[in-house]
DNA sequence: TCTAACCTTCTTTTTACAGGAAGGTTAGGC
DNA sequence: GCCTAACCTTCCTGTAAAAAGAAGGTTAGA
Protein backbone atom coordinates (compact mmCIF):
# COMPACT_ATOMS: atom_id res chain seq x y z
CA UNK A 1 0.00 0.00 0.00
CA UNK A 2 1.31 3.52 -1.23
CA UNK A 3 0.75 6.58 0.67
CA UNK A 4 -0.10 9.49 -1.79
CA UNK A 5 2.99 10.78 -2.68
CA UNK A 6 4.33 7.57 -3.91
CA UNK A 7 1.03 6.91 -5.40
CA UNK A 8 1.11 10.09 -7.25
CA UNK A 9 4.59 9.43 -8.19
CA UNK A 10 4.18 5.99 -9.82
CA UNK A 11 1.06 7.58 -11.44
CA UNK A 12 2.59 10.36 -12.77
CA UNK A 13 0.19 12.47 -11.40
CA UNK A 14 0.38 15.21 -8.64
CA UNK A 15 -0.47 14.78 -4.74
CA UNK A 16 -3.35 17.44 -5.40
CA UNK A 17 -4.80 15.61 -8.53
CA UNK A 18 -4.40 12.46 -6.52
CA UNK A 19 -6.30 13.93 -3.85
CA UNK A 20 -9.41 15.65 -6.15
CA UNK A 21 -10.03 12.54 -7.73
CA UNK A 22 -10.36 10.51 -4.64
CA UNK A 23 -12.80 13.60 -3.50
CA UNK A 24 -14.77 13.60 -6.81
CA UNK A 25 -14.96 9.27 -6.38
CA UNK A 26 -12.96 8.69 -9.35
CA UNK A 27 -10.44 6.43 -7.74
CA UNK A 28 -10.79 5.98 -4.00
CA UNK A 29 -8.02 4.89 -2.26
CA UNK A 30 -8.05 0.96 -1.39
CA UNK A 31 -8.10 2.25 2.74
CA UNK A 32 -6.49 4.48 5.32
CA UNK A 33 -3.55 4.66 7.97
CA UNK A 34 -4.52 4.41 11.52
CA UNK A 35 -3.50 8.63 11.01
CA UNK A 36 -5.99 9.04 8.26
CA UNK A 37 -3.46 8.65 5.79
CA UNK A 38 -4.97 7.77 2.33
CA UNK A 39 -3.74 4.15 1.13
CA UNK A 40 -3.21 3.27 -2.55
CA UNK A 41 -3.15 -0.20 -3.54
CA UNK A 42 -1.44 -1.53 -7.02
CA UNK A 43 -4.78 -1.66 -8.53
CA UNK A 44 -5.62 2.26 -7.45
CA UNK A 45 -2.21 2.93 -9.14
CA UNK A 46 -3.03 1.60 -12.40
CA UNK A 47 -6.48 2.82 -12.38
CA UNK A 48 -4.83 6.39 -11.43
CA UNK A 49 -2.14 5.81 -14.77
CA UNK A 50 -5.07 4.66 -16.65
CA UNK A 51 -7.11 8.20 -15.88
CA UNK A 52 -3.40 10.21 -16.52
CA UNK A 53 -3.05 8.86 -19.94
CA UNK A 54 -7.06 9.52 -20.81
CA UNK A 55 -6.58 12.97 -19.69
CA UNK A 56 -3.37 13.14 -21.82
CA UNK A 57 -5.33 12.12 -24.60
CA UNK A 58 -7.78 14.75 -23.85
CA UNK A 59 -10.77 12.85 -22.12
CA UNK A 60 -12.72 14.59 -19.68
CA UNK A 61 -13.28 13.37 -16.45
CA UNK A 62 -16.69 12.61 -16.82
CA UNK A 63 -15.56 10.55 -20.34
CA UNK A 64 -12.40 8.90 -17.86
CA UNK A 65 -15.08 8.10 -15.30
CA UNK A 66 -17.09 6.02 -18.03
CA UNK A 67 -13.86 4.37 -19.72
CA UNK A 68 -12.54 3.65 -15.91
CA UNK A 69 -16.24 1.50 -15.61
CA UNK A 70 -15.93 -0.11 -18.61
CA UNK A 71 -12.27 -1.09 -17.42
CA UNK A 72 -13.18 -2.42 -14.28
CA UNK A 73 -15.72 -4.41 -16.08
CA UNK A 74 -14.77 -7.91 -17.33
CA UNK A 75 -17.59 -8.01 -19.52
CA UNK A 76 -16.88 -4.36 -20.77
CA UNK A 77 -18.30 -4.34 -24.39
CA UNK A 78 -15.64 -3.10 -26.43
CA UNK A 79 -18.34 -1.30 -28.69
CA UNK A 80 -18.62 1.39 -26.31
CA UNK A 81 -15.12 2.20 -25.78
CA UNK A 82 -14.77 2.47 -30.11
CA UNK A 83 -17.54 4.54 -30.09
CA UNK A 84 -16.27 7.23 -27.26
CA UNK A 85 -13.09 6.51 -28.58
CA UNK A 86 -14.13 7.59 -32.49
CA UNK A 87 -16.21 10.51 -31.12
CA UNK A 88 -12.93 11.85 -29.43
CA UNK A 89 -11.19 11.65 -32.77
CA UNK A 90 -14.16 13.66 -34.51
CA UNK A 91 -13.59 15.85 -32.12
CA UNK A 92 -9.90 16.50 -32.31
CA UNK A 93 -10.53 16.46 -36.00
CA UNK A 94 -12.66 19.82 -36.10
CA UNK A 95 -10.12 21.65 -33.34
CA UNK A 96 -7.69 20.48 -36.09
CA UNK A 97 -9.76 22.38 -39.25
CA UNK A 98 -10.46 25.53 -36.68
CA UNK A 99 -6.53 26.04 -35.29
CA UNK A 100 -5.63 25.37 -38.91
CA UNK A 101 -7.80 28.37 -40.13
CA UNK A 102 -6.81 30.14 -37.35
CA UNK A 103 -2.68 30.29 -37.88
CA UNK A 104 -3.47 30.30 -41.82
CA UNK A 105 -5.35 33.85 -40.74
CA UNK A 106 -3.07 35.21 -38.31
CA UNK A 107 0.40 33.88 -40.29
CA UNK A 108 -1.10 35.86 -43.49
CA UNK A 109 -1.48 38.96 -41.50
CA UNK A 110 1.89 38.99 -39.40
CA UNK A 111 2.95 38.54 -43.18
CA UNK A 112 1.36 42.28 -44.15
CA UNK A 113 3.08 43.88 -40.73
CA UNK A 114 5.70 45.59 -41.38
CA UNK A 115 6.69 45.24 -37.65
CA UNK A 116 8.05 48.63 -37.40
CA UNK A 117 6.90 51.95 -35.62
CA UNK A 118 4.45 52.51 -38.30
CA UNK A 119 0.88 53.04 -37.20
CA UNK A 120 -0.63 50.86 -40.13
CA UNK A 121 -0.20 47.61 -39.25
CA UNK A 122 -2.77 45.65 -40.82
CA UNK A 123 -3.16 43.52 -37.65
CA UNK A 124 -4.97 45.95 -35.87
CA UNK A 125 -6.79 46.75 -39.01
CA UNK A 126 -7.80 43.26 -39.53
CA UNK A 127 -9.34 43.03 -36.32
CA UNK A 128 -10.91 46.12 -36.16
CA UNK A 129 -13.15 45.62 -39.36
CA UNK A 130 -13.38 41.68 -39.48
CA UNK A 131 -12.04 42.48 -43.02
CA UNK A 132 -9.24 40.30 -44.53
CA UNK A 133 -5.97 41.98 -45.93
CA UNK A 134 -5.39 41.23 -49.25
CA UNK B 1 -26.44 54.55 -29.13
CA UNK B 2 -27.19 50.91 -28.99
CA UNK B 3 -28.71 48.77 -26.25
CA UNK B 4 -27.07 45.72 -24.80
CA UNK B 5 -29.24 43.41 -27.28
CA UNK B 6 -28.32 45.49 -30.08
CA UNK B 7 -24.78 46.26 -29.55
CA UNK B 8 -24.19 42.40 -28.48
CA UNK B 9 -26.11 41.21 -32.29
CA UNK B 10 -24.11 44.16 -34.31
CA UNK B 11 -20.54 42.40 -32.41
CA UNK B 12 -21.69 38.97 -33.01
CA UNK B 13 -21.34 38.24 -28.75
CA UNK B 14 -24.17 37.02 -26.64
CA UNK B 15 -25.80 39.94 -24.20
CA UNK B 16 -23.94 37.88 -21.31
CA UNK B 17 -20.31 37.99 -22.70
CA UNK B 18 -21.07 42.19 -23.28
CA UNK B 19 -21.81 42.76 -19.91
CA UNK B 20 -19.20 40.40 -18.77
CA UNK B 21 -16.74 42.67 -20.92
CA UNK B 22 -18.00 45.62 -19.33
CA UNK B 23 -17.98 44.45 -15.71
CA UNK B 24 -14.44 43.73 -16.25
CA UNK B 25 -13.29 47.34 -17.17
CA UNK B 26 -12.57 45.30 -21.00
CA UNK B 27 -15.32 47.57 -23.15
CA UNK B 28 -17.49 50.01 -20.86
CA UNK B 29 -20.90 51.29 -22.45
CA UNK B 30 -20.52 54.97 -23.41
CA UNK B 31 -23.39 55.66 -21.32
CA UNK B 32 -26.19 54.81 -19.16
CA UNK B 33 -29.95 55.92 -20.27
CA UNK B 34 -32.55 56.93 -17.39
CA UNK B 35 -33.14 53.96 -16.49
CA UNK B 36 -29.20 52.38 -16.23
CA UNK B 37 -29.69 50.35 -19.16
CA UNK B 38 -26.20 50.12 -20.95
CA UNK B 39 -25.76 52.18 -24.12
CA UNK B 40 -23.14 51.37 -26.59
CA UNK B 41 -21.39 54.24 -29.39
CA UNK B 42 -20.67 53.19 -32.42
CA UNK B 43 -17.33 52.99 -31.69
CA UNK B 44 -18.02 50.72 -28.72
CA UNK B 45 -19.56 47.86 -31.10
CA UNK B 46 -16.22 48.77 -33.02
CA UNK B 47 -14.50 47.85 -30.34
CA UNK B 48 -16.25 44.73 -29.30
CA UNK B 49 -16.26 43.60 -32.53
CA UNK B 50 -12.65 43.74 -32.35
CA UNK B 51 -12.41 41.78 -29.26
CA UNK B 52 -14.68 38.88 -30.56
CA UNK B 53 -12.40 38.37 -33.34
CA UNK B 54 -9.70 38.32 -31.72
CA UNK B 55 -11.53 35.98 -29.06
CA UNK B 56 -11.94 33.91 -31.86
CA UNK B 57 -8.05 34.23 -32.62
CA UNK B 58 -7.69 32.46 -29.44
CA UNK B 59 -6.27 35.59 -27.66
CA UNK B 60 -6.64 35.83 -23.75
CA UNK B 61 -8.94 38.42 -22.57
CA UNK B 62 -5.53 40.09 -21.05
CA UNK B 63 -4.14 39.64 -24.38
CA UNK B 64 -6.72 41.29 -25.95
CA UNK B 65 -6.63 44.44 -23.06
CA UNK B 66 -3.54 44.92 -24.71
CA UNK B 67 -4.21 44.31 -28.28
CA UNK B 68 -7.06 47.15 -27.37
CA UNK B 69 -5.08 49.13 -25.65
CA UNK B 70 -2.66 49.49 -28.92
CA UNK B 71 -5.90 49.70 -31.23
CA UNK B 72 -7.03 52.30 -29.49
CA UNK B 73 -3.69 54.05 -29.36
CA UNK B 74 -3.19 55.79 -32.63
CA UNK B 75 0.94 55.71 -32.29
CA UNK B 76 0.87 52.44 -31.55
CA UNK B 77 3.56 50.70 -32.48
CA UNK B 78 3.20 47.39 -34.59
CA UNK B 79 6.06 45.48 -33.80
CA UNK B 80 4.84 45.16 -30.85
CA UNK B 81 1.26 43.19 -32.33
CA UNK B 82 3.34 41.84 -34.67
CA UNK B 83 5.52 39.64 -31.98
CA UNK B 84 2.59 38.95 -29.47
CA UNK B 85 0.55 37.59 -33.10
CA UNK B 86 3.96 35.60 -34.06
CA UNK B 87 4.25 34.11 -30.59
CA UNK B 88 0.49 33.28 -30.75
CA UNK B 89 1.25 31.86 -34.01
CA UNK B 90 3.97 29.52 -32.31
CA UNK B 91 1.57 28.64 -29.61
CA UNK B 92 -0.78 27.55 -32.48
CA UNK B 93 1.71 25.01 -34.14
CA UNK B 94 2.90 23.49 -30.49
CA UNK B 95 -0.96 22.69 -30.39
CA UNK B 96 -1.39 21.78 -33.33
CA UNK B 97 1.61 18.85 -33.24
CA UNK B 98 0.11 17.61 -29.82
CA UNK B 99 -3.52 17.27 -31.41
CA UNK B 100 -1.93 15.52 -34.21
CA UNK B 101 0.43 12.84 -32.07
CA UNK B 102 -2.95 12.37 -30.05
CA UNK B 103 -5.28 11.79 -33.15
CA UNK B 104 -3.25 9.24 -34.45
CA UNK B 105 -2.52 7.28 -31.40
CA UNK B 106 -6.56 7.01 -31.08
CA UNK B 107 -7.18 6.63 -34.77
CA UNK B 108 -4.59 3.76 -33.93
CA UNK B 109 -6.15 2.25 -31.29
CA UNK B 110 -9.47 2.65 -32.86
CA UNK B 111 -8.10 0.68 -35.86
CA UNK B 112 -7.16 -2.17 -33.60
CA UNK B 113 -10.40 -2.25 -32.05
CA UNK B 114 -13.01 -4.85 -33.08
CA UNK B 115 -16.32 -2.85 -32.24
CA UNK B 116 -18.32 -6.28 -30.83
CA UNK B 117 -18.55 -7.39 -27.37
CA UNK B 118 -15.15 -9.31 -26.90
CA UNK B 119 -13.53 -8.42 -24.11
CA UNK B 120 -9.84 -7.76 -25.26
CA UNK B 121 -10.09 -4.28 -26.53
CA UNK B 122 -6.66 -2.65 -27.42
CA UNK B 123 -8.19 0.89 -26.34
CA UNK B 124 -8.86 -0.30 -22.86
CA UNK B 125 -5.63 -2.62 -22.93
CA UNK B 126 -3.31 0.97 -23.81
CA UNK B 127 -4.98 3.06 -21.40
CA UNK B 128 -4.16 0.52 -18.82
CA UNK B 129 -0.81 -0.54 -19.48
CA UNK B 130 0.53 2.67 -20.93
CA UNK B 131 2.08 0.36 -24.23
CA UNK B 132 1.68 1.38 -27.50
CA UNK B 133 -0.67 -1.75 -29.86
CA UNK B 134 1.56 -3.25 -32.19
C1' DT C 1 -53.86 48.85 -19.65
C1' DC C 2 -51.79 44.72 -20.49
C1' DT C 3 -48.16 41.83 -21.65
C1' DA C 4 -44.10 40.25 -23.87
C1' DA C 5 -39.73 41.28 -24.27
C1' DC C 6 -36.50 43.78 -22.69
C1' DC C 7 -33.20 45.44 -18.98
C1' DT C 8 -30.82 45.56 -14.14
C1' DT C 9 -27.84 43.44 -10.21
C1' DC C 10 -26.45 39.52 -7.63
C1' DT C 11 -25.38 34.80 -6.90
C1' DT C 12 -24.19 30.30 -8.34
C1' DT C 13 -22.22 26.92 -11.55
C1' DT C 14 -18.96 25.20 -14.74
C1' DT C 15 -13.74 22.40 -15.42
C1' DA C 16 -9.97 20.39 -13.27
C1' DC C 17 -7.39 21.26 -10.44
C1' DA C 18 -3.53 24.72 -7.70
C1' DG C 19 -2.24 27.28 -3.69
C1' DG C 20 -2.19 28.09 0.93
C1' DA C 21 -3.48 28.00 5.96
C1' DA C 22 -3.64 25.50 10.21
C1' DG C 23 -2.48 21.62 12.33
C1' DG C 24 -1.45 16.36 13.04
C1' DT C 25 2.22 12.34 11.87
C1' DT C 26 6.42 10.09 10.93
C1' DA C 27 11.27 9.03 9.96
C1' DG C 28 15.90 9.77 10.82
C1' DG C 29 19.71 11.82 13.35
C1' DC C 30 21.68 13.22 17.65
C1' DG D 1 13.84 10.93 24.11
C1' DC D 2 13.82 14.98 21.47
C1' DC D 3 14.26 17.80 17.27
C1' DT D 4 13.37 18.86 12.71
C1' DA D 5 12.11 18.18 8.10
C1' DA D 6 9.11 16.22 5.33
C1' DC D 7 5.20 14.22 5.15
C1' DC D 8 -0.01 14.02 5.69
C1' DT D 9 -4.95 15.88 6.78
C1' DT D 10 -9.16 19.09 5.96
C1' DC D 11 -10.94 23.38 4.58
C1' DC D 12 -11.12 27.62 1.94
C1' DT D 13 -10.10 30.44 -1.88
C1' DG D 14 -8.85 31.29 -6.73
C1' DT D 15 -8.43 30.42 -11.68
C1' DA D 16 -10.84 31.65 -17.16
C1' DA D 17 -14.57 33.19 -19.34
C1' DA D 18 -18.46 33.23 -19.30
C1' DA D 19 -23.48 30.69 -18.70
C1' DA D 20 -27.55 30.22 -16.01
C1' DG D 21 -30.92 31.70 -13.11
C1' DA D 22 -33.43 34.53 -9.56
C1' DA D 23 -35.85 38.65 -8.39
C1' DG D 24 -37.42 42.62 -9.93
C1' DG D 25 -37.65 47.21 -12.82
C1' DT D 26 -38.64 49.27 -17.90
C1' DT D 27 -40.50 49.84 -22.37
C1' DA D 28 -42.91 49.29 -26.72
C1' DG D 29 -46.75 47.98 -29.08
C1' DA D 30 -51.69 46.40 -29.45
Redesign the interface.
Known amino acids: MYKISDAARRAALTVKTVRYYADIGLVKPAGRSAAGYRLYAESDI?KL??IG??RR??FSIEQCRD?LS??ED??????E???I??E??AE??R??GE??E??D???H??GN?????????P??G???S?LTVQ
Not at 74 to 79: F, I, L, W
Not at 113 to 121: E, K, Y
Open positions: AGFRAYSLLYDQRPSAVKRTLKIIDKLLQLRELSLACHGDSRPDCIINLAG
